[in-house]
């Protein structure tokens, strides 16, 4: 039987497909790919680059907790930095050799005879590896409304995942769909050059005051002379932001409801922003602080304050070939349709691509015909030698990075197990991953997200079925020490 091409095939070259692979590295393993579907390194900040793009999470926070950053301009850094810190920890790290680019995987298929995964592409021959790793990120399949009449509209339309670095709004009449966090980023700068700017809104969104500060010269010089200094930065800020999660999402029955303190300061912000009152009741969510999530920004508000800024909350009836008519009857005429309407996550994401697992088990149809389900956010019943990233009950609360280091801890665990063994195939049981959904399913029992007035947030926490299943809902350090310390056995190896 001939050797599998490759030992791993890691799916995306973001965050999470660079974290894998310098875990991959660390245990020992240098014959692993890494496709990715687009040109470049860097998965969601290589695709998002509209114009105000910067991180809602401080950098201190926002970072391999291994490889501290001490060149942040900022605590909320622009977008392209976050880029550049991708590209030289790949570099560092020796990994960007091991990627292919413009590479569309379309699917794999699990081979019991060979013991294998074979990996189909859009282009060129399927590839067979004995381990796969998708690391396709939550927000990756962009969302185009379907609004009646859309595709008729002649005029220029961009989504902000795909923007055009040349264009620029001066003088024109644009519109902006949606109001999520991209919007509350892109709308003061659109603002800035636009003519005359609508923007429609469906669902509002909370906004709290950010507080942002310039690292300068100095700081940075201490962040790299004395890291500890910068640890001890970070310190803060992860356990400012792991204190809110737990105490206004995760706990939120049993615990406190720090979300009204929260509610009050947006609250005060809209008042602080704009005088006019009925214009602060048309932004104001009618949903609990968290159930969605929520946003910093110290222009957003006051940017509905201007002349030419109009907020158009009634709805869209449809697009013309030269604007939007409203639900109540007028028309905006329209240079510029601006798309800020998100990510498909459930439908197209759940997984982002078709992986067929032994038996014929179909992941995306198994989750949908049973309930959306990974042990410890990483691994799947009938999936062997197979890790999937970006699994429900995986993401840990606000911050990417900590989800990334409690996975490269699984795998430091499971791949350490698996050599020590000297096996060749793992899979995890169906009674390990039934006992997972359940302390997940237990856990939720107290969280914002059963509790918590939600129902009209619109929240991508939630599936189609209305179950929060995105987060894991525990404490970083929780996560991490399951990952230390969960029982092998819940492994089979062979
Ligand atoms: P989003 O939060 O899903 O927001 C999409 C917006 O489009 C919502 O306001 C949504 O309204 C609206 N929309 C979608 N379809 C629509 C339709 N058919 N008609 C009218 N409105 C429609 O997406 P996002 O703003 O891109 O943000 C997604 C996530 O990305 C954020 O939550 C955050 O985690 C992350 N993000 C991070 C950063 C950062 O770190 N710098 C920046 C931006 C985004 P409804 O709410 O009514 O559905």
Redesign the pocket.
Known sequence: MAAPEFDFVIVGAGFGGIGAAIELRRLGYDNFVILDREDDLGG?WHV?HYPG?????PTTT?SYSFEPNPNWSRL?TP?PEIKRYAADVADKYDVRDHMRFNTVVTGARWDDETNTWQVALESGDPLSTRFLITATG??SQP?M???PGITSFEGRVLH??DWDDDYDAAGERVAV?????????LIPELARRAADLTV????P?WVVPKIDVRFGALARRLFARVPATQRAVRAVTDGLYEFLVYVGVLRYDSVGRLNGAARLLAGAHRFASIRDRNLRRKLTPDYEFGC??P?FSNSYYRTFTRPHVHLQAD??DRVEADGIVNADGTKTVLDTLV?????D?WEANFPAIEVIGRDGRDLGKWWRDTRFQAYQGVTVPRFPNFLSLASPYAFLG?NFFNTMDYQMRHMDRLFGELKRRGATTFEVTEKANARYLDQMTELLGDSLFTVGDCAS????YYNPAGEATLLRPMTTRAALREASTYPVTDYEFA
């Open positions: 969601t998002n793009l910067a991180v809602d999470v926002y909320y977008g939550f927000l969302r409304p379907d609004i902000t995942t769909i949606g109001t999520g966090a991209t919007a509350v980023q429609y809104q469906r669902t969104i969605k999530r946003t709805g869209i798309l800020a309407t998100g990510f996550l606000l947030a619109r929240s991508y």
